[in-house]
């Protein structure tokens, strides 16, 4: 199994930037492809960003793309995500997720472990 924290959400201005962590333990971090997702209130949790095992290849959601951006360091067992201009629609409590796989998915349904999530808030 792998443990995952987040941390970094809090309040931000709209235009403003926020960087979360997530950081892994249990197994071996570099043995998942990780994700970020996103759930805002009365919604579904959504897609958002992901990062294949290795760290070669990412994925967006279109409503990121250009503004966020998400990285991984093997050897401290932490996943980022990096999100600059921020607006009042990316209010949401964010997750991020391990896979046990090489590639990473859009699809909630294929992660395999689930952090407790950070509230992110963007005022207008």
């Known amino acids: 199994q792998v443990q995952l924290v987040e941390s970094g959400g809090g309040l931000v201005q709209a235009g403003g930037s926020l960087r979360l962590s997530c950081a892994a333990s249990?197994?071996?971090?570099?043995?998942?492809?990780m994700g970020w997702f996103r759930q805002a209130p009365g919604k579904e949790r959504e897609f958002v960003i992901a990062?294949?095992?290795?760290?070669?290849?990412?994925y967006y959601a279109d409503s990121v793309k250009g503004r966020f951006t998400v990285s991984r360091d093997n050897a401290k067992n932490t996943l980022y995500l990096q999100m600059n201009s921020l607006k009042p629609e990316d209010t949401a409590v964010y997750y991020c997720?391990?896979?046990?796989?090489?590639?990473?998915?859009?699809?909630?349904?294929?992660?395999?472990?689930w952090g407790q999530g950070t509230q992110v808030t963007v005022s207008s």
């Open positions: 997720a391990a896979r046990a796989a090489f590639l990473a998915s859009r699809r909630t349904s294929e992660y395999d472990y």
């Open positions: 249990g197994r071996t971090f570099s043995s998942y492809a």
């Open positions: 990062i294949n095992r290795s760290g070669g290849s990412t």
